[in-house]
């Protein structure tokens, strides 16, 4: 080929790649005081509608959202990660989470996330009790949230509380307050690496009729007398078959007074305190089961039993 042709096709080429990698880029890296700036009314307006502090609600969409950078943000307007669960009939979207190809819900605008968060939470049984909590007590209101199981991660609580101090977000909980004021780009940093929060495991608060347990990060409660499994699973909005599956029931199993009954799925190991259980007089695999939240056929396997068959009085049974 000709040198003096090379000359000018080489330029050519590197400034087509150049001009490629420019319109590959479809965004701008949101920093976290502008996300700040441009949603904290829509925090404010979701509290005074619910009670649920602006703050925590901004520390979530900031914690879930990248700081409105994360695919989801962007793709689907979904700033807290809200997966789409059974009784979402909306737009959805499928994305890469704890396992591949999740269901994700979709909204028309930031607005409709922020209000279906807060539908979310104010309509879930489960955090019925943060709305005793006081609105400017956004550390019991983060530790709350921990405690009933929004998040898996266990520092949950403490991130949230340091987003919240971090960039100053307790001043939205005041409706006196000019919130102009609130935000500025330098930050106040303070350290809440040693905020020590209660267990997170084996606690319990009322609602309804029944007191609600949990145990190996799973919600349970105790069958009472005239208990069925259709006023159960109106008092917890639960489709029909979602207790029995927890359970790893029988279709049609008589419910028993004082039973557990787990108002989630049950794990596949027991928690990391219970590593094995000796096996007493009366106990089945299926009692110990439920006891500490495993799956039956996790037992089954772990412990090298056959199915249907019961380990003796003296195993140690291996739950981890």
Not at 29 to 38: A, F, L
Not at 191 to 196: A, E, V
Not at 273 to 284: F, M, P, Q
């Amino acid at each position: 080929m000709n040198k003096r042709l090379l000359i000018y096709i080489i330029p050519l080429i590197l400034i087509s790649c150049k001009t490629t990698q420019i319109t590959n880029v479809t965004y701008s890296n949101t920093k976290r005081s502008e996300y700040i700036k441009k949603y904290n009314s829509l925090a404010i307006k979701e509290m005074k509608r619910s009670g649920i502090p602006a703050s925590i609600t901004l520390a979530q969409a900031l914690l879930e959202s990248d700081n409105g950078n994360s695919t989801l943000a962007r793709k689907a307007n979904n700033h807290f990660g809200v997966k789409c669960h059974n009784a979402w009939k909306g737009k959805k979207i499928y994305h890469d989470d704890d396992k591949r190809k999740e269901c994700f819900r979709k909204y028309n605008s930031v607005y409709d996330s922020y209000k279906d968060h807060t539908n979310f939470i104010k309509n879930g049984y489960r955090y019925k009790i943060l709305f005793k909590i006081k609105k400017n007590n956004y550390k019991a209101w983060a530790k709350g949230l921990q405690k009933a199981g929004y998040a898996t991660n266990n520092r949950y609580a403490n991130m949230l509380i340091k987003i919240i101090e971090d960039n100053k977000l307790y001043l939205f909980d005041n409706k006196d307050y000019n919130i102009t004021d609130a935000i500025s780009d330098e930050n106040v940093v303070i350290n809440t690496s040693r905020i020590k929060l209660d267990d997170t495991d084996d606690f319990s608060f009322s609602i309804n009729k029944h007191k609600i347990f949990n145990t190996n990060r799973i919600d349970y409660i105790v069958v009472k007398k005239n208990d069925t499994y259709e006023s159960l699973s109106e008092e917890f909005d639960l489709l029909s078959w979602e207790l029995g599956r927890y359970n790893e029931l029988e279709k049609n199993s008589e419910l028993k007074v004082n039973q557990i009954l787990f108002l989630q799925p049950k794990r596949n190991k027991s928690d990391v305190r219970y590593k094995y259980h000796i096996v007493k007089e009366g106990e089945t695999i299926y009692n110990i089961s439920q006891l500490y939240g495993v799956k039956l056929r996790k037992l089954y396997e772990r412990n090298n039993i056959e199915t249907d068959k019961q380990p003796v009085v003296g195993t140690k049974l291996l739950l981890r």
